[in-house]
Structure formats: C-alpha cells, structure tokens
C-alpha cells in the first residue's frame, strides 16, 4: 500500500510538475496559437490572450506563477503563459532582464487588475513604461516597489496622479530620483494635495539623495502625510531631532536604530515625546543603561517588536523582561555579550508574555570562552521555557557548541516546543541526535532548518526525511551546506 500524501504535498508535487514541463509541454502549443509565425515567436503581442491555466482561481494561479520563477523560469513566453488576469499579485523581481517593452506588454495584455507590483531592480524597464504602467493599474495598486529602478520626476508625478489607494511604496536605490521628484508624490503640478498625503502609510526612499533633509521630511511629517506610520530615510532620526519640540507628535511606529550612548542627542526626551506610537524598535546599546528603561518604559504599552544589537549586557534581560512583557517579537545579536563571569547571574525564569517569534544570532568565529556561550544559551533557555504558550518560531543561528544539542533536548523533554511551529538552527554545532529528538517528541514543529550545520550529513538528512514520509508526518527539514 503506498502512503498517503497530504494535500499540501500532493500540491507542491503537482505543481513542481507543470514547472518542470512548462517548456517541453505547455509553452509548445501556447506559442503555436499565440504565434503562428516562427518569425513573431520573440515578441510579445499587446493583446489579450487566452492561457492554458485562466481557469485557475487567484491564489493557485499566483502559487504557480511565483514558484515557476523562483525556480528560474522567467522567459517572456512563459511570463505570458503563467500570468493571468486573476493573478493580483506581480512580482517581476526574478525577471529583471525582461526588456522594458517586454515587461509593459506582458502587464497590458494579460493583467486587468493588480494589488501589488514588484519591479524592484527592473533597471530595464524605462521611466516611460513605468509611467504607462502606472496609468494603466495605478487606480488599483496598494503595493508598489520600484526600488533600484529608473524611477523619476516623471515616475513620481504619475505615481502622485492615478495611485489613489497606495499604501506602500518602495523607491529605494533610485539614483536618478530628485528632491523635486519627491514632493510630486504629494503635491501635483498646481501645487494641490494628491490622493497619496491621505493613504500613504509606508514609505522608504532610504537612499534617495536629497539636498536638505530637513526641508523634505520636516513638511512629509508634519503636513503632507501626518498618518505615515513607516518611514526609511537614512538621515531621519537626526532630522527628528531636528524637527521636533513640545508640540510635535508623528505617527511613525518604527524608526531607525536608535544609538543610546555618550552621544545621544539633547533633545532625547523631546524626541520620545514626540513619537508616543513606536510598536518596532531596534536599540544599539551603549553605556547610557537610563536612556535604554527610559525609552522602553515610554513605549512598553504598544511596543510589539524589539530588536537589542550589541554591546548589552545579559544580566538586563530580566528588566527588559519586565519593562515590555507584551512584546511579539524579540531579536537578540549576541556578537558582543560580556566575557566576565562576574556579569552573569542566574535567573529563574524570563517570561514574555505574547511572545510569538524569538531570535538570538551568535558569531560563529569569534574568539568567546565556553562559559560566556553557555551562559548565553541559560538566558535563551528561559526565555523559551516562559513563553512556551505563545512562542510560534525561534531562530538561533551560528552558535558554535554542542551546548546547542543540550539545549533543544532540554525543551523536548520539558515540552518548551509545545507550540514552535518554525526552528532554525542554521550554522550551529547540531548532531543527528538531537534532530531525531525533535522528529520523535514534538508533534508542534512542522519545519526543521538546518542550513549549514556542518555535523549532519546530507545522507543522515535523506534518511530522516524518508522516515517523515514513510510515516505521513507533517514535517519538513530544510538542509543546504
């Protein structure tokens, strides 16, 4: 009796099936009706045409589309063939050496509506052809990506014009974009308010050169888009601490890293004044501890997401634990900790409350004694072992010890994985042991990555899989040397 396969299984095969015959078997005879002459068969008509998969709804359409180019198939014939007018979501990133003439024939012929368009690093595609694009499916658009493109004023100005709904755009990387060209994203050619000040939510233009910062993102802020909740700009927070003085409130919710040492600016009380909505935060640590509970308690109500970059000290963990105990996301770089035994104290318990994704990154080759690993891994052990209930991923990565193996075994065995859906243990000192471990006794983890942990070989990972699927187990192990 051969086993079952689960639905999601049987999808993927059937899937990676039409991908691997698209040229062999469904391009043939599309390319024959769609191009009865040989001569015509390198270009693309702009009209529209009926494909073999049009019948498929939305989301099976756009599973097939994304997972024939990300597995390299991005020729303009089988764009044509996948894309259809129920696909909402179009992301071109993968097929970035489509001509500009390609890209814009494709989009009209076979596309009546999109939600979301990705053209990042699409350099060929002409600012001209952006500009058709955006008048054509402007009106729809929610999500737009033109980062590392040959976006413009003209590309702006149109943006400014037809997007009435957009809520984020990514411009990123757009030498060719100007100051000017910016305000066209919310003024037009009369100087009146687009549709834009009132949508937007997310915007990063993180690299785009502009002559003064604080002329730009002073009136973005404060007038033109005051609901703006994301804003990548490389020179934003010295321009907030510009800017903003006792009556000042922005909407922001995530700001770049912010540096709490001997140089923090003056007006480091004013500025948290001003920002009361930060739900992502990413803290560079120095030696300024007060600022850090000061920041911290200002937003420990709405906080969500907490990212600690080193230097820290381990032995705060616990007063952050109780500062922001609601938070869902919590990243640790521990390239840094403290090599002194003095620094560590035992702790009984760390617990986050609605914790759902925790992450700690280690630095494989740096020169740490044992102590300071394991003493890192105690703290990490804690914080699973609180929030056991709520915790739905965890990342380690590039812990160089087998303490690692002591670690997950410990949460098998006191049932810390009741809930982890996702474990990544890229680049640690892993052993088929422990992964037969977490094969056996979790029955909540439904992926296993294993990227580079160069203590499993390639045939211990074939034969786990093929006692996953002997057993019809809902369990997946990623693994790449």
């Known amino acids: 009796m051969p086993c079952l396969i689960s639905p999601k299984s049987l999808q993927t095969i059937c899937t990676d099936s039409i991908v691997d015959n698209l040229e062999a078997l469904w391009l043939r005879r599309f390319i024959s009706e769609v191009f009865p002459n040989s001569n015509s068969q390198t270009q693309v008509r702009p009209l529209y045409i009926i494909g073999p998969f049009d019948c498929l709804d939305c989301k099976s359409a756009l599973s097939l589309f994304n997972r024939a180019l990300s597995r390299g198939k991005t020729s303009s014939q089988i764009v044509l063939l996948l894309l259809n007018y129920k696909v909402l979501e179009v992301d071109l990133n993968r097929a970035r050496h489509l001509t500009s003439v390609r890209v814009w024939d494709i989009l009209n012929s076979r596309c009546l509506h999109i939600h979301k368009l990705n053209l990042s690093t699409c350099a060929r595609v002409t ?43 990514n411009l990123d990387g757009c030498d060719r974009l100007t100051e000017a060209g910016l305000v066209h994203l919310f003024r037009d050619k009369d100087g009146i308010r687009t549709s834009l000040c009132a949508t937007l939510r997310d915007l990063d233009i993180h690299s785009v050169n502009t002559e003064d910062p604080n002329r730009l993102i002073g009136p973005l ?39 709490i040492d001997e140089q923090y600016p003056p007006q480091f009380h004013e500025l948290l004044e001003s920002l009361p909505n930060i739900t992502e935060l990413i803290i560079i640590v120095g030696v300024r501890e007060n600022l850090l509970w000061e920041a911290l308690e200002k937003w420990s109500l709405k906080l969500e997401s907490l990212h600690i970059k080193a230097p820290f000290p381990l032995t705060w963990l616990p007063g952050v634990a109780m500062m922001v105990p609601h938070i869902r996301h919590l990243t640790l770089s521990m390239s840094s900790i403290s090599t002194h035994d003095s620094d560590f104290v035992r702790v009984q318990s760390l617990k986050f409350v609605n914790l759902e994704t925790l992450q700690a990154t280690f630095i494989s080759h740096r020169i740490v004694p044992n102590n300071v690993f394991l003493y890192s891994l105690d703290y990490l052990q804690k914080i699973v072992a609180g929030s056991s209930s709520t915790l739905r991923e965890i990342t380690i990565h590039s812990y160089p010890h087998f303490g690692i193996n002591a670690f997950v075994f410990w949460c098998c065995q006191n049932n810390a994985f009741s809930n982890v859906e996702l474990l990544n243990l890229e680049d640690c000192a892993l052993q088929s042991c422990t992964v037969w471990d977490v094969i056996h ?12 942990c160069q203590f499993i070989s390639l045939a211990e990972v074939q034969t786990m899989r093929k006692h996953v699927k002997e057993n019809n187990l809902d369990f997946e192990i990623e693994y790449d040397l």
């Open 441 to 452: 006794q979790t029955n909540a983890v439904k992926k296993l990555v294993l990227n580079k």
């Open 221 to 259: 802020l404060k007038s033109w888009c005051p609901n703006l909740q994301y804003l990548s700009y490389s020179f934003l927070l010295p321009v907030l601490t510009e800017i903003c003085d006792s009556s000042s409130v922005f909407q922001l919710k995530r700001i770049p890293p912010l540096c």
């Open 127 to 169: 600012s001209t052809d952006l500009v058709k694009i955006i008048e054509q499916f402007g009106g729809d658009i929610k999500y737009l990506d033109l980062s590392l493109t040959r976006t413009d004023s003209s590309v702006t100005l149109a943006i400014g014009e037809h997007c009435k709904v957009l809520e984020k755009l």
